[in-house]
Each structure stands twice: as structure tokens, then as C-alpha cells.
């Protein structure tokens, strides 16, 4: 596909395959294509945007152990003997599978087209532990593969420590003096001596090998060589019981493999699409959303395999004609959809349009664009025309490159498609080619194209202004530095600049007045409104972004203001209940006593008893006047209390704690702090309760309580560098441990395990540990670590 190429999407399929951990997922990547059915493209957008939640919230399983297994699995089925490093990787398969199943499986709910993915991924954990008991990674077969192999293997350490202890008898005893030197070696895997050449019959056994002089012969002793033949048997009979180990665990993977290979298939193409989530994070990109018209809207969008740092952000909106035109191809019906950008060479206008044609790529292929926000109603197809199309095979010129190109897509075009299409009509006879690119426009037009296309020529500025369906838009030149500034300007044609930017790159001043002056007073008159138009529209964007401005400050002042009011309601409504709580605990009491006093009235035997209780009663209501007393509105006095003063104790009307006045008071004001509280209130509100210039002592705050209060008993590690992790961890366990908390969860992930062995290793230290364990399954198994604290 010829856009693909020209828009250099080969780029972002490289970068795609960089972010997948299989090779069946790169496979993938490699051949990724735009799909261009409306229902196709946000499937596609809705499985990436499942994959990008699942690895922002919960941090899914790496596939890296899966590889390709799926020749060696082929094999098995058909009854071959795989190594041991084939069968190993098949179990690291079957695990990384079993292990994605599960990680979907627990939130199948929230990503039910994720779990459609997996749901029929094979779960074979009891041959996945069987062969990881039985094989190291490098296919070594281990001793506890079977009873019979561990007792082999222990008799071959046996055997060979029998040979060595006999040979090495033979440097250190008797015999010593017979040899050359009183060590051993090993020829041929024989265990040998070397004998002086004279002394050859005092020692009996096999003759290995001389040395070049022929002073020494390598001798291994008669005894060795029984213990040695020995050694071989065993040797023989363990390599016999790891072939049949081998052949074992190569049938019970064979007999695994009709449902293993098109699950190994399945989760490939699951890490395909993590995959692109992983790419539109790279990328800080946005998945677009739907609109009911056919087009795209970008706010925000940047060239993905530009800088981020220094490219302009682009604003753009595009759509295809909603219905098909009829009658008089010169009167359009539809809204301005289709743009024609104009403005300086160098300006941007290729990366502009490069960016909204790789954008639609993406988006149509289910990756994140890179953008703040886009809205997307899918195209048909995607015709670009862009670059030098010059072609001396085929004997091509620019021109006639561009025209076969433009061929092609007015050939087999649909409706619905975006035509993009760089310096239209260029590389001809300049009246022409603006003749020949305003009819190509209207064509495309006319057939339902939304089209994105660059000019220079004047001619296309007016028609784009006059022509309903279509509107201008400018890349915008900084006059005063002669430099352009790669934002694009939408509803406003720009200038060339030629002169200018002639004159920046050396062109003598007298040359560029000589080519002014050639130009006639219609096109001066033309520049001159052009560039008049981009200063007011220049004017018209700081006004109004001041307006902007203003408008969002009056916001933020209004939110802050709400803010505080709503502070207030939650101070009065807190007072207001703890003053009834307080009023509900009083009568309660009177109510109790009461009830106690009326039952005494009714139980005494003399008058006496009788009038003690009324005098109860009487204490009892001058009680509640007091309390009523206490409950009913304070007047104001009417000037303000004498003697407040900078460092006072004094107590607020409407608070039961005391405060101290932290500052001298202003006017009727004073400001009061009630513990970490500081307020400014009234003077009148104010009531000494200690003699003038004694200072409150502030309490001091109970550390551990404070610790408990906040102490979190959960901490989430997950994407941090190790020396992060660490960090966070020793400051978790601190704030535990000062908290009095007794028991924490640990949430590291899986991943490599890297974080999870930081985490224990730390533990394992930690002289306030108890004891740590990994969770159980249904709370993250080994992804997190429960800690219990002395």
C-alpha cells in the first residue's frame, strides 16, 4: 500500500514489534495493516484500550518465557525425543500462559474482551511442575527427576571418589618415588600417573600415552582400571535413565500439544496487543474517540517519531462530505471539512500532513495516537501523495509521479476516504497546475473524499475561501525572525514568504526589491492583505487568550470560594453535632436521676426520706437552668474585651477547647490557634481564661499516635527502579512499625522477581520482622508479600 510507505508507517510496525516480549507477537507486528470497516477499527481501539487499563491498574504478567515452541511441540506429538532445554521451554510456555489466564481471570468482568483472548488458553500446571523438578533451563537432567537417577547419580560420586582416593594413594605412598611427579591426571578420561620410563614394569596397568622425551609414560594402574570400568557402567546406565526420563516428559508433552499450539498462537497474539498499549504509552497517547461524522479532529497532536520535546502541537479538523453531491459539481452541500494548508516552504506543511495521515493509520489499526485528545468516525481508505515521486526506471518525471499517483486514487476510490496530497499541482506550468489541482480537488470532492492537501499556488487560497466543502488553513511565519513557527493556523490562507526568507539565506536586499518590484500590483496588493490578515488574527488569538485567561482565574477564584464555604458548613455542622451530643449525654442523666428520685419518693417510709428526695429534685432542675443557661445565645458585648493580648489563653464561643492568640489583635479581629489549627475570629467571641502574658504550653504530639492514625498497611512497588522500590519499602516498614501495625501487604508483581526478592531480602533483615510469606492466589499469590511485625 503506497500511503503506508510514503507515511512511514514501516517505522511504527518496528516499534510496535520492539515493545512485544514473543516472536509470534512481533510476527504480527511486523504485517500490521489499518483496518477500514467502522466496526473493525473500534474493536481493534477497544481491545488496546482494555490492555492499556489492565497494565496501568494491575501490572500483567510478562510473556517473555513465551517463546515459539511450537516446532518442538509438532515434534513430540509425533513421538520424537526432544532435549532437555525443548522440554524446559515448553513448561515455560505453558506456565506463561496458565499465568495470563489467570491474571484476566480474576477481573474477566472489567476486560471481557481481553478474557475472550485467553479464556481457552491450555492449564497444564501439573506436568508445567513436573518438568521444572525434573530439567534445569539448560536441559540438565536433575537428580530427583526419578529415584532411580538420584541413586545412579550417587553412586557415580562414589565411584569416582573411590578412584581418586586409590590414585591419589599412588602420589603419596610407596610408589611415589617411581614417578615424575606425585600427581594424577586425566588422558582420554582415564585416570593416569606419570611413571619414569625406567621404572614402566614396577607399576601394573595400561600404558595411555608417553611424553615427547619418552622419559615418562602415562600409566593408569591396574586397580583404577577395574574401578574406572565400574565408573562407565554407571555412567551408562544414568545417561539410559535420562533418555528415558526424556522420552517421558517428551510423550506427556506431546500429548499436549494439539491444544498447546494454537494456545502459544493465542497468547502471541495477546502480547501483540499489550504490545500496542505499551507503544501509546511510549508515545502518551490518547485512544480516539467516536463522532458520528466521517473525518478526524486532533487537539494536540504531535508526529510520533518526531522529538516530543520540540515539536509544535497541531490543532486540525478534517471530514469526508456527509452525502453525495449531484448536479452542478461547482455547488457544494456538505460543511467545510476538506483543507488546503498554504504558507512559507520550510513552514511544516509535509510534517502537518504526514502527522494527520499517520495518525489515521494508527488510530485505524487500534494504537494509541499521539495527541491530547482526537475524535474519530473512520475512513474508507487512505490515498497519499507525498515526496518526490520522480522515478528514472520508469522514466518519470516529479510531475508525472505525482499525476500517477493521483491517477490511481480517482481510479479506486471510495467514499469516505482521505486523500492526502503534497504540493498539489506542482512540478507544471503554474497556470495549469492550479487549473488542473482546483479540478482534482473538486473531483475528489464530489466523490466523498475528505481531502488534506498543500499549495502554494494563489489561485487554490481563493478557491478554498469561495468553495463551500472546503477551507484554508496557514503554517504561521514569525515576520520579525523571518523563521517560521510550525503552528498551524486554521481558517485563514498563508503566505509563501518567498522573498523573505530569500533574503534570510543570503539573497542581497537589491535582488529582493528587484523581484518585489517584478510582481505585479495585484499580487503586492494580495501579500500585503495576507499578511495584514495574519497580524489581526495573530491580535485576535493573545486577546483571546488573556480572555481565556481571565475567564479560568475567575473560575478558579469562584471554586475556591465554594471551597471555603462548604469548609464552613462541614465547621458548623461538626460543632452543631457534638453540641447535641453533648445536649442528648445531659438530659439523658437528668432524666435518669429524675427517674431515680420519683422511684425513691414512691419507696420511702417517713416524711423525712420523702423530703430529701424533693430536695434532690429541686438541686436537679436548678441543674438543668444552669445547663439551659449555658445552651442559650451569648449577646455580644457591646465593646470589645479589654486586656486581649498577644500570647493569651482564651477560650471561643462555640468550642470547648482553649486556644492562644498567636499574633497582637487587629481592629475587631484576633487570631487564635486551637492546636494545628489557626483561625482568625472575632474579639468579641473571645474569653480570657488566664491572667494576660501566660503562655499556653502547646502539647506535645504523641509520635506512635499520630503513626497509627496514618500508618498505611498496604504499599504498591510495581514499575519502580529497584533503588525507588527500596526506598518506598524502608519507609513503609518504618511508618508500620511506629504505627503499631501488626500485619502489611506488599504489592511487588511478578515480573522478572526482581522486585519481589528486594522486597524479601529487606524483610529477611528487618529486626521488627515476624514473619513473611507470599499471598494466597486470590490476593496476588506471588505478585504480593503479606509481613507480619514483633
Keep these: 500500500m503506497h500511503a503506508l510507505r510514503v507515511l512511514e508507517f514501516d517505522i511504527i510496525r518496528e516499534r510496535l514489534q520492539y515493545n512485544c516480549e514473543t516472536p509470534i507477537g512481533a510476527d504480527l507486528a511486523g504485517g500490521l495493516e489499518p483496518a477500514f470497516e467502522a466496526e473493525e477499527v473500534w474493536r481493534l481501539l477497544n481491545q488496546t484500550k482494555e490492555c492499556m487499563d489492565l497494565i496501568a491498574r494491575h501490572s500483567p504478567p510478562s510473556l517473555g518465557a513465551l517463546r515459539d515452541p511450537r516446532e518442538v511441540l509438532d515434534r513430540a506429538q509425533k513421538g520424537a525425543v526432544l532435549a532437555g532445554d525443548q522440554i524446559f521451554q515448553i513448561a515455560d510456555s505453558l506456565y506463561a500462559m496458565r499465568n495470563l489466564k489467570d491474571a484476566v481471570k480474576a477481573r474477566r468482568a472489567d476486560y471481557p474482551m ?13 506436568l508445567e511442575d513436573q518438568i521444572f523438578d525434573s ?55 582415564r585416570y593416569v600417573i606419570p611413571v619414569k620410563a625406567e621404572n614402566k614394569g614396577k607399576i601394573r596397568g595400561i600404558v595411555h600415552d608417553t611424553s615427547s622425551t619418552g622419559a615418562t609414560v602415562f600409566i593408569e594402574p591396574e586397580e583404577i582400571l577395574q574401578l574406572g570400568n565400574t565408573l562407565r557402567e554407571i555412567e551408562a546406565a544414568e545417561k539410559a535413565e535420562e533418555q528415558r526420563i526424556l522420552a517421558s516428559l517428551s510423550a ?47 487537539q494536540g497532536g504531535r508526529h510520533p517519531l518526531l522529538d516530543p520535546a520540540t515539536v509544535v502541537p497541531l490543532d486540525i479538523e478534517i471530514y469526508a462530505p456527509a452525502v453525495e453531491q449531484s448536479g452542478n459539481p461547482d455547488v457544494q452541500q456538505s460543511a467545510s471539512g476538506s483543507v488546503l494548508i498554504t504558507g512559507p516552504n520550510t513552514g511544516g506543511k509535509t510534517v502537518a500532513i504526514k502527522t494527520v495521515g499517520l495518525s489515521v493509520l494508527m488510530a485505524q489499526s487500534g494504537i494509541p495516537v499521539p495527541a491530547l485528545d482526537v475524535r474519530l468516525g473512520p475512513f474508507t481508505q487512505v490515498w497519499a501523495d507525498i515526496g518526490d515521486e520522480q522515478s528514472l526506471q520508469q522514466s518519470l518525471s516529479t510531475f508525472s509521479g505525482h499525476i500517477k499517483n493521483i491517477a490511481a486514487a480517482l481510479s479506486g476510490l471510495k467514499r469516505g476516504a482521505i486523500v492526502l496530497l503534497d504540493e498539489i499541482g506542482a512540478g507544471t506550468d503554474p497556470a495549469e497546475g492550479a487549473a488542473l489541482a482546483r479540478a482534482i480537488c473538486l473531483e475528489l470532492h464530489r466523490r466523498g473524499a475528505a481531502i488534506l492537501a498543500s499549495t502554494h499556488y494563489g489561485e487554490l487560497k481563493a478557491f478554498a475561501y469561495n468553495t463551500p466543502g472546503f477551507q484554508n488553513a496557514a503554517m504561521e511565519f514569525d515576520v520579525k525572525s523571518l523563521r517560521p513557527t510550525y503552528r498551524l493556523i486554521m481558517g485563514a490562507p498563508g503566505a509563501s514568504q518567498a522573498l523573505r526568507i ?114 434532690g429534685l429541686k438541686e436537679l432542675q436548678e441543674v438543668g437552668g444552669d445547663f439551659a443557661k449555658e ?12 486586656g486581649i493580648a498577644k500570647g493569651m489563653t482564651v477560650r471561643i464561643d462555640g468550642y470547648n477547647q482553649v486556644g492562644t492568640v498567636v499574633e497582637e489583635p487587629r481592629g475587631t479581629n484576633a487570631t487564635v490557634q486551637i492546636g494545628a489549627l489557626k483561625m482568625t475570629v472575632l474579639l468579641s467571641s473571645l474569653h480570657p481564661v488566664q491572667p494576660a502574658g501566660h503562655e499556653l504550653r502547646r502539647a506535645q504530639p504523641n509520635v506512635q499516635l499520630q503513626r497509627a492514625q496514618t500508618a498505611a498497611t498496604e504499599v504498591h512497588l510495581r514499575a519502580m527502579r529497584a533503588e525507588d522500590a527500596e526506598r518506598e519499602l524502608e519507609k513503609f516498614i518504618d511508618d508500620a512499625v511506629l504505627g503499631g501495625i501488626d500485619r502489611a501487604r506488599i504489592v511487588h508483581g511478578k515480573g522478572g522477581g526482581i522486585l519481589r526478592k528486594i522486597t524479601q531480602d529487606y524483610l529477611r533483615r528487618h529486626p521488627h520482622v515476624k514473619s513473611f510469606h507470599s499471598a494466597d492466589a486470590s490476593e496476588g499469590g506471588d505478585g504480593v508479600t503479606i509481613v507480619e511485625f514483633r
Design 252 to 298: 506427556k508433552a506431546g500429548a499436549v500439544a494439539e491444544e498447546a499450539i494454537p494456545g502459544i498462537e493465542q497468547a502471541g497474539f495477546v502480547d501483540f496487543l499489550l504490545a500496542k498499549a505499551k507503544l501509546g504509552y511510549d508515545l502518551k497517547g490518547t485512544i480516539p474517540q467516536p463522532m458520528q461524522s466521517r473525518g478526524i479532529r486532533i
Design 114 to 126: 481481553l478474557w475472550s483472548c485467553v479464556e481457552f488458553l491450555p492449564e497444564h500446571k501439573r
Design 631 to 642: 445552651l442559650s445565645p451569648r449577646r455580644e458585648p457591646a465593646s470589645t474585651p479589654e
Design 502 to 615: 530569500a533574503e534570510r539565506y543570503g539573497i542581497s536586499r537589491e535582488v529582493v526589491e528587484m523581484a518585489r518590484e517584478g510582481l505585479g500590483e495585484q499580487q503586492q496588493d494580495i501579500a500585503s492583505m495576507l499578511e495584514k490578515l495574519d497580524l489581526a488574527q495573530k491580535q485576535a488569538r493573545i486577546a483571546q487568550g488573556e480572555a481565556d485567561r481571565r475567564l479560568a482565574e475567575l473560575k478558579r477564584k469562584e471554586k475556591e470560594a465554594d471551597q471555603k464555604l462548604a469548609e464552613a458548613r462541614q465547621v458548623r455542622e461538626s460543632v452543631h453535632g457534638r453540641a447535641q451530643e453533648a445536649i442528648e449525654s445531659a438530659l439523658r442523666e437528668i432524666r435518669l436521676e429524675a427517674a431515680q428520685l420519683f422511684e425513691e419518693i414512691k419507696r420511702a417510709p417517713d416524711q423525712k426520706a420523702i423530703e430529701k428526695a424533693r430536695q
Design 135 to 189: 530439567l534445569e533451563s539448560d536441559g540438565y537432567v536433575k537428580d530427583g527427576a526419578s529415584p532411580h537417577l538420584a541413586s545412579l547419580r550417587q553412586k557415580k560420586r562414589n565411584a569416582s571418589q573411590r578412584i581418586q582416593d586409590r590414585i591419589q594413594s599412588y602420589t603419596t605412598g610407596s610408589t611415589r618415588d617411581l614417578l615424575s611427579d606425585p600427581i594424577y591426571t586425566v588422558r582420554d578420561g
